[in-house]
């Protein structure tokens, strides 16, 4: 797999009970992606201009922080294997970091407008419903929203099969933070799992 693009893959959750029986703030925070059940293509296709070989699959990843802290989200790790007996199947590894979209903004006045992101989305404490995956830095004019994920030029299976079924495994790693101070309080990190159809 040589490229992904966008972010996120979260669709059921494993937590861990910390040693006191509480829930901890990791458990406190629920995850989803639509569809539940994304479906591979095996064309070609491009995401920001660059090239995506097939096959590939797309889904929007949401987050329901339910803590009273805010939740930053700053890295994601991805494995996707292909379908098949588990002792046969082939992985493809890849991270995504903030850093791969900072970009350069031309400006009306000729200047040019440095955009560098930090984090793959902040969630404020207390949400009543799910917040879909954002970017933003802050700055007025940089490229912020909502954006899809795309994960693509996947490893195709061998010749006369037609099992375009992958897994998708993620690691969401990030901070709890104070929302009054910002202080980083406690680690985040959720693991999530995606089946193609």
């Keep these: 797999m040589n490229k992904i693009f966008g972010a996120f893959v979260l669709a059921a959750s494993f937590c861990f009970m910390s040693c006191s029986g509480e829930e901890t703030l990791s458990e406190k925070v629920s995850v989803s992606v639509k569809p539940e059940s994304p479906v591979v293509y095996n064309h070609k296709i491009y995401v920001n201009g660059e090239p995506v070989e097939g096959p590939w699959f797309e889904f929007d990843f949401y987050v329901q922080n339910k803590s009273d802290k805010t939740l930053v989200v700053t890295n994601l790790l991805i494995t996707v294997k292909r379908g098949g007996a588990a002792d046969q199947q082939e992985s493809d590894e890849a991270s995504v970091s903030p850093s791969e979209f900072d970009t350069s903004v031309s400006l009306p006045n000729d200047e040019v407008l440095t955009c560098k992101y930090h984090d793959l989305g902040q969630y404020p404490p207390n949400q009543a419903s799910p917040m879909r995956l954002y970017l933003d830095n802050g700055v007025n004019n940089c490229p912020s929203g909502f954006f899809r994920t795309v994960i693509g030029n996947l490893t195709k299976?061998?010749?006369?099969?037609?099992?375009?079924?992958?897994?998708?495994?993620?690691?969401?790693?990030?901070?709890?933070a104070d929302p009054n101070t910002g202080e980083r309080l406690d680690r985040f990190q959720q693991e999530t799992i995606v089946y193609t159809k």
């Design 157 to 176: 299976p061998p010749a006369g099969s037609r099992n375009y079924t992958y897994r998708a495994k993620m690691q969401a790693i990030g901070y709890f």
